[in-house]
Protein backbone atom coordinates (compact mmCIF):
# COMPACT_ATOMS: atom_id res chain seq x y z
CA UNK A 1 0.00 0.00 0.00
CA UNK A 2 1.30 3.64 -1.08
CA UNK A 3 1.08 6.30 1.08
CA UNK A 4 1.12 9.78 0.57
CA UNK A 5 3.13 10.47 3.16
CA UNK A 6 7.08 10.97 2.22
CA UNK A 7 9.80 9.00 3.74
CA UNK A 8 11.58 10.11 6.67
CA UNK A 9 14.72 9.89 7.28
CA UNK A 10 16.86 9.05 10.45
CA UNK A 11 18.45 12.35 10.48
CA UNK A 12 15.18 14.33 9.97
CA UNK A 13 13.56 12.28 12.79
CA UNK A 14 15.86 14.08 14.92
CA UNK A 15 15.85 17.41 13.57
CA UNK A 16 15.09 20.29 16.25
CA UNK A 17 14.17 24.30 15.37
CA UNK A 18 15.92 27.18 16.76
CA UNK A 19 13.65 27.47 19.79
CA UNK A 20 13.88 23.82 20.82
CA UNK A 21 17.81 23.79 21.10
CA UNK A 22 17.82 26.82 23.32
CA UNK A 23 15.43 25.00 25.69
CA UNK A 24 16.94 21.35 25.32
CA UNK A 25 20.68 22.98 26.17
CA UNK A 26 19.02 25.05 29.06
CA UNK A 27 17.79 21.81 30.64
CA UNK A 28 20.82 19.74 29.87
CA UNK A 29 23.17 22.47 30.99
CA UNK A 30 21.26 21.96 34.45
CA UNK A 31 21.28 17.98 34.22
CA UNK A 32 18.14 16.95 32.19
CA UNK A 33 20.19 13.72 30.79
CA UNK A 34 17.26 12.87 28.39
CA UNK A 35 17.76 16.73 26.99
CA UNK A 36 21.22 16.22 26.80
CA UNK A 37 20.75 13.16 25.02
CA UNK A 38 18.61 14.58 22.42
CA UNK A 39 20.61 16.95 21.38
CA UNK A 40 23.30 14.36 21.15
CA UNK A 41 21.51 12.61 18.92
CA UNK A 42 20.46 15.98 16.94
CA UNK A 43 23.79 16.64 16.48
CA UNK A 44 25.08 13.38 15.63
CA UNK A 45 22.13 12.54 12.93
CA UNK A 46 20.80 15.76 11.73
CA UNK A 47 24.03 18.12 11.75
CA UNK A 48 26.53 15.91 11.66
CA UNK A 49 28.66 18.00 13.91
CA UNK A 50 31.04 15.57 16.41
CA UNK A 51 32.02 17.66 18.43
CA UNK A 52 29.01 18.91 19.89
CA UNK A 53 27.46 15.55 19.63
CA UNK A 54 30.26 14.42 21.61
CA UNK A 55 29.50 17.06 24.23
CA UNK A 56 26.05 16.80 24.82
CA UNK A 57 26.10 12.68 25.09
CA UNK A 58 28.74 13.19 27.87
CA UNK A 59 26.69 16.00 29.97
CA UNK A 60 24.12 13.11 28.99
CA UNK A 61 26.20 10.07 30.10
CA UNK A 62 27.71 11.86 33.41
CA UNK A 63 24.16 12.51 34.40
CA UNK A 64 23.38 8.76 34.46
CA UNK A 65 21.71 8.60 30.80
CA UNK A 66 22.18 4.67 30.59
CA UNK A 67 22.15 4.37 26.75
CA UNK A 68 24.37 7.83 26.51
CA UNK A 69 26.84 5.73 28.75
CA UNK A 70 26.97 2.42 26.57
CA UNK A 71 27.93 4.64 23.51
CA UNK A 72 30.75 6.94 25.82
CA UNK A 73 31.90 3.22 26.17
CA UNK A 74 31.92 2.40 22.48
CA UNK A 75 33.79 5.59 21.13
CA UNK A 76 36.15 5.54 23.76
CA UNK A 77 36.95 2.04 23.23
CA UNK A 78 37.35 2.75 19.56
CA UNK A 79 39.49 5.87 20.37
CA UNK A 80 41.60 3.40 22.23
CA UNK A 81 40.84 5.14 25.48
CA UNK A 82 40.47 1.82 27.36
CA UNK A 83 39.83 2.88 31.16
CA UNK A 84 37.69 5.52 30.07
CA UNK A 85 35.85 2.99 28.12
CA UNK A 86 35.34 0.55 31.04
CA UNK A 87 34.47 2.87 33.24
CA UNK A 88 31.36 3.99 31.11
CA UNK A 89 30.24 0.42 30.21
CA UNK A 90 30.62 -0.63 33.84
CA UNK A 91 28.61 2.36 34.30
CA UNK A 92 26.12 1.46 31.84
CA UNK A 93 25.95 -2.40 33.44
CA UNK A 94 25.34 -0.82 36.54
CA UNK A 95 22.36 1.10 34.74
CA UNK A 96 20.54 -1.54 33.09
CA UNK A 97 21.85 -1.71 29.67
CA UNK A 98 22.22 -5.52 28.97
CA UNK A 99 24.62 -5.82 25.61
CA UNK A 100 27.48 -3.95 28.27
CA UNK A 101 28.47 -7.29 29.12
CA UNK A 102 29.49 -8.14 25.60
CA UNK A 103 31.06 -4.31 25.30
CA UNK A 104 32.92 -5.00 28.42
CA UNK A 105 34.55 -8.64 27.04
CA UNK A 106 35.32 -6.58 23.73
CA UNK A 107 36.98 -3.88 25.92
CA UNK A 108 39.04 -6.51 27.82
CA UNK A 109 40.47 -8.02 24.77
CA UNK A 110 41.21 -4.96 22.81
CA UNK A 111 43.12 -3.90 26.27
CA UNK A 112 44.88 -7.35 26.04
CA UNK A 113 45.60 -6.42 22.65
CA UNK A 114 47.21 -3.12 23.26
CA UNK A 115 50.86 -2.65 24.52
CA UNK A 116 51.49 -0.47 27.33
CA UNK A 117 53.64 2.18 27.02
CA UNK A 118 56.99 2.03 29.69
Not at 17 to 46: M, V
Not at 59 to 75: D, E, L, V, W
Not at 110 to 117: H, M, N, R, V
Amino acid sequence: MESDTPPISSGSTHFLTKNQIKELSIEGENGNQDSAFRLYLYYLLSIYDEKKSLYWLEISAKGGHPTAQYNMAHIMKEKNRISDAMYWAEMAKKNGVERADDLINEIKKKQAQTPSLP
